[in-house]
């Protein structure tokens, strides 16, 4: 047991030092281990972009997906009238349309039928033994028969005899040509609406005349005549004059 004073003042100097030194390395090892500790964490992800930009009040949409420029949504107001519009427009359009059509439609069927006519009096022809009736004035009935054909009654039956009249003589020719399979073809062209009523009633200037005896002799046997006797004006085939004057 140290009993000097001065010793023991050394050695408590000694221990408190001492002391100091293990106190020391306990901070300093603790101190290493955790920065040893927090090298092995994982560094911090750099912190995300953030866009602040306020959105546009205008909403967009893709018209065909990606790389193209979006289009501005309409509203449905803007809609509405934007197709009243289209609608009003489409109307206008096709009446206009509608109108052009028909009046070509118009044209075109008149060009049509007049080329019809035109047709069908070039293309008129009757038969070698046909029997062509018709006015004889002023050599119509021949430039007929140039032009379409057939043949006249005196060519076929030749002349009435002595005491026979030319209307006597056609009817009986016409009743031998109709027996016989034969077709007649009467041109009405040069007698006017008038004339045909008064000769069809045995009146007027013409009631005497062969051509009027011939229509009044086959109206009056028409049931015989119909499948064989055909009218012609114009070079267009007509019904019985008598048929149409009842019409009118």
Excluded: C
Aim: charged share 25%; no cysteine; hydrophobic share 30%.
């Amino acid at each position: 047991m140290i009993k000097s004073a001065p010793l023991r003042s050394l050695l408590s100097l000694f221990l408190i030092l001492l002391l100091g030194l293990s106190l020391a390395g306990s901070i300093t090892i603790i101190t290493s281990e955790e920065v040893a500790a927090d090298s092995y964490k994982k560094p911090n992800p750099p912190p995300k972009k953030v866009n602040k930009a306020k959105n546009t009040t205008t909403k967009t949409k893709s018209l065909s997906g990606i790389g193209k420029k979006a289009t501005p949504i309409k509203t449905k107001a803007a809609n509405k009238k934007a197709n009243r519009k289209q609608i009003t427009l489409l109307k206008k359009n096709t009446s206009k349309r509608s109108i052009s059509d028909k009046s070509k439609l118009a044209l075109e069927s008149l060009r049509i039928s007049k080329a019809k006519d035109k047709a069908s009096h070039n293309s008129l022809r009757f038969g070698r033994q046909d029997m062509i009736y018709g006015l004889t004035n002023h050599g119509g009935l021949t430039k007929l028969i140039n032009k379409h054909g057939g043949r006249r009654l005196d060519d076929i039956y030749g002349h009435p005899s002595q005491n026979q009249s030319w209307g006597a003589h056609s009817k009986n020719s016409m009743d031998q040509h109709i027996k016989s399979g034969g077709k007649i073809r009467f041109h009405l062209d040069g007698i006017k609406n008038n004339d045909m009523k008064n000769l069809l009633k045995n009146k007027g200037e013409w009631a005497n005349a062969t051509t009027s005896i011939e229509l009044r002799y086959l109206r009056d046997n028409w049931p015989r005549f119909k499948n064989n006797v055909h009218f012609y004006k114009n070079g267009e085939h007509k019904e019985p004059p008598w048929k149409t004057l009842n019409s009118q």
